[in-house]
């Protein structure tokens, strides 16, 4: 099994991904999971970009893509497993989970 598959499935997988962004690229990065949606609020992103670090953590990065701007609009770093969805939901305002 891949880190990004273990990434996608600690999001909730790969459908639910798809089913509550509109995911239009999923995607192996090597060590880490990059996911793009159509967004229109630029100040929270439209990518994310999950790595995994050393000490078994994850580095998350948020970019707005707009053509050939790309920005960082934040960063979040020493992020543990069972806070990934809470790291995505508050920096996207997009749900993960239906509950």
């Given at each position: 099994?891949?880190?990004a598959?273990?990434?996608?499935?600690?999001?909730?997988?790969?459908?639910?991904?798809?089913a509550?962004?509109?995911?239009?690229v999923?995607?192996?990065?090597?060590?880490?999971?990059?996911?793009?949606?159509?967004s229109?609020?630029?100040?929270?992103?439209?990518c994310?970009?999950?790595?995994l670090?050393?000490?078994?953590?994850?580095?998350?990065?948020?970019w707005?893509?707009?053509?050939?701007d790309?920005?960082?609009?934040?960063?979040?770093?020493?992020v543990?497993?069972?806070?990934?969805v809470?790291v995505?939901?508050g920096?996207?305002?997009y749900?993960?989970?239906?509950?």
């Amino acid at each position: 099994m891949s880190i990004a598959t273990i990434i996608a499935e600690q999001l909730g997988g790969i459908g639910r991904i798809r089913a509550m962004l509109g995911a239009t690229v999923i995607m192996d990065e090597g060590d880490g999971l990059k996911i793009r949606w159509p967004s229109r609020t630029p100040s929270k992103g439209n990518c994310v970009i999950v790595r995994l670090c050393p000490s078994d953590t994850y580095e998350v990065t948020f970019w707005s893509i707009r053509n050939l701007d790309c920005k960082v609009v934040a960063q979040v770093s020493d992020v543990y497993a069972e806070d990934l969805v809470r790291v995505f939901e508050g920096q996207t305002g997009y749900r993960l989970r239906l509950v």
